[in-house]
């Protein structure tokens, strides 16, 4: 059910994103996300200049004169927005929550898909998939879609990304681009995620709180696993403490990047106490950049 506040958090996400995708992000998005390839679109006379190897000589024969085949780009595409709502999303230091940043990063993708015609569909994924909203266009559409991230109530705390993806597998027959979102708390998925991005678009969207890069010095601090609900002891006043925790961290977050770089795969990472906007342009910007070169 929507209540006054989540209408308003959603009207609040949509004024803000819609035009944000709009000023900054959808003539990129288009740009780097190609659609299915060129499909035929009619014949004309042949010019001066035009590719001999599009001359129709069917019905050049026919009509007795030169005509060459045009196509045309097959633009429209499916975007899946792939989101892990499992526990560890609802923790958040600075600035919001991160399932909150989630919705806001979904919606701005949506919003830039939806103006360039493609389609939009929705996987919600903890340890299993909870929710799925098929892929159909339209501003309505969209707002569902962030309605049922910001709204949803996961049953189960856990994480298990390669049930996300191999639902991906099964649900998307054609070529899509497939937004992964999640914080990356996991494990296990890394050949589920290299057979997803063997036949769709995978993007990675990193979601990142800095309180779980590295600790504060605060003494002896309890901590609380949200997905497991073990409770553990930590002293954070311990500067050995601290540096142990930020480097084992460091390894884990450069492992990751490791990955995705060897599966040459286009990733982009979020942080809740930085406007995530701005990391999006740059990422599309960077892709954009390196399509030229390639």
Do not use: C
């Not at 803000?16 to 035929?40: C, E, H, L, P, W």
């Not at 196509?71 to 526990?87: G, I, Q, W, Y």
């Amino acid at each position: 059910m929507l209540t006054k506040d989540l209408i308003k958090k959603v009207r609040q996400i949509e004024i803000y994103t819609s035009r944000m995708a709009n000023d900054q992000i959808a003539g990129q998005y288009q740009s780097v996300f190609k659609g299915r390839g060129m499909a035929f679109s009619e014949v004309r006379q042949y010019q001066m200049g035009d590719d001999v190897r599009f001359i129709d000589w069917n019905v050049s024969a026919r009509m007795q004169e030169v005509y060459v085949k045009l196509f045309t780009e097959e633009r429209e595409m499916t975007v899946m927005l792939v989101v892990d709502v499992s526990a560890s999303e609802q923790f958040g230091s600075v600035g919001q929550p991160k399932n909150e940043l989630v919705a806001e990063v979904a919606a701005l993708i949506a919003f830039s898909a939806i103006k360039n015609n493609d389609r939009v569909g929705l996987i919600i994924v903890s340890d299993r998939v909870e929710r799925f909203v098929p892929p159909k266009k339209g501003k309505k559409h969209v707002l569902r879609v962030i309605s049922e991230i910001l709204n949803f109530q996961p049953e189960h705390p856990g994480t298990d990304l390669e049930v996300g993806l191999e639902f991906l597998g099964k649900i998307a027959r054609r070529r899509s681009i497939a937004f992964l979102i999640s914080d990356f708390v996991a494990s296990g998925y890394e050949h589920a995620l290299r057979v997803a991005n063997q036949r769709h678009d995978v993007v990675p969207v990193v979601i990142v709180d800095p309180r779980e890069l590295e600790l504060p010095a605060a003494g002896v601090v309890w901590f609380e696993d949200l997905e497991t609900g073990a409770v553990l002891p930590v002293d954070t006043g311990s500067s050995k403490v601290r540096e142990a925790y930020r480097l084992h961290v460091a390894r884990q977050r450069a492992a990751r990047e490791t990955m995705f770089r060897r599966m040459r795969m286009d990733s982009v990472t979020v942080r809740t106490d930085q406007p995530y906007v701005k990391a999006l342009v740059d990422f599309f910007a960077e892709r954009a950049r390196r399509l030229r070169f390639a």
